[in-house]
C-alpha cells in the first residue's frame, strides 16, 4: 500500500494520497489551501489516478482545494451531510473575525460536480482500498474518520483522524458546530474502541498510533480515568 502525506497551505494542513500502489488508481484525503500542486506532484511521480476526494470535515484548511483536485481529476467528492455546505460556504464554519483574519480577502468557493454523502458505519470501496467511515461529530458536526486496512509491519488499520485525534492532544470545539461533549463521547466511543496497533494520521503534525495516544494523550487519560471512576460526561479543562 502507498500512502503519501504532506502538510499544505498557512495552517500546515495534512493531505494524504492512499493508492494500493504506483500506477493505479488513488484517493486524496483533505486536500486544504495550496494542496493542489503537491497532489499533482505525488499523482505524476507515482503515475497516478485520483478518483475520490475524502474529506473529513469541512472547515476550509481541509477542503480549500476539494473543488479543484476533484475537477482536475474527475474525481468524486464524499463528506458527510451535516457539513456538505460548507463547501460552498466554509465561512459558515468559523467566526467572522477568524475569516476575516485567515482568509485576508475575498474568496468564492463552489462544491465540486460530483459530490456523495458520507453515513457512519459505511464502507467505501474505492481505487482497490476500503474505507470505513466513522461519524465522529464534535469538532465540527459533520466530522468523520477514515480507517483503511494495513497488514503490514504489524498495523492492522490506518486512521485518518482529520481534526478529531492529534499526536498528544484533540480538535478545538470553539468554532462553529463544535461541542466539546460531543467531541469527548466521539472519542470514547470511536477512539477508545481501537486496537492499539492502529496508525493515526491527523490533519495536522506528527503520525501517531491508538496505544501512544492511549498511554500519553493528557484528553484520552482523562476519559479512561473518567470511564474507570464512573462518570464518561466530567468536562476536561485543558485545552488547544
Not at 74 to 96: E, F, N, V
Not at 202 to 217: K, L, Y
Not at 220 to 237: E, I, K, N, W, Y
Request: charged share 20%.
Amino acid at each position: 500500500m502507498l500512502i503519501a502525506g504532506f502538510p499544505a497551505g498557512p495552517w500546515g494542513t495534512n493531505c494524504y494520497v492512499a493508492a494500493t500502489g504506483p500506477g493505479s488508481e488513488c484517493v486524496v484525503v483533505d486536500p486544504g489551501k495550496d494542496a493542489a500542486d503537491g497532489v499533482a506532484q505525488v499523482v505524476r511521480e507515482h503515475r497516478l489516478k485520483p478518483v475520490a476526494v475524502l474529506v473529513t470535515h469541512g472547515h476550509v484548511d481541509h477542503m480549500w482545494c476539494v473543488a479543484p483536485v476533484a475537477g482536475t481529476y474527475d474525481a468524486t467528492a464524499w463528506i458527510h451531510p451535516a457539513d456538505r455546505h460548507l463547501l460552498a460556504d466554509p465561512m459558515a464554519g468559523m467566526s467572522r473575525e477568524t475569516a476575516a483574519m485567515l482568509l485576508g480577502g475575498k474568496h468564492e468557493f463552489a462544491e465540486p460536480d460530483a459530490v456523495e454523502e458520507l453515513a457512519d458505519g459505511g464502507v467505501l470501496d474505492l481505487a482497490g482500498l476500503s474505507f470505513s467511515v466513522d461519524h465522529t461529530p464534535g469538532h465540527t458536526r459533520g466530522s468523520v474518520t477514515f480507517r483503511t486496512p494495513y497488514a503490514e509491519a504489524d498495523v492492522s488499520e490506518v486512521m485518518f483522524s482529520g481534526d478529531l485525534l492529534f499526536a498528544g492532544s484533540i480538535g478545538r470545539t470553539d468554532l462553529p458546530g463544535g461541542d466539546h461533549p460531543t467531541m469527548l463521547r466521539s472519542l470514547r466511543e470511536k477512539v477508545l474502541t481501537l486496537p492499539d496497533d492502529v496508525v493515526v494520521l491527523p490533519g495536522h503534525g506528527e503520525q501517531t498510533s491508538i496505544a501512544r495516544e492511549r498511554a500519553t494523550n493528557p484528553f484520552l487519560q482523562d476519559l479512561l480515568d473518567d470511564v474507570a471512576d464512573g462518570d464518561a460526561t466530567r468536562p476536561v479543562t485543558r485545552g488547544l
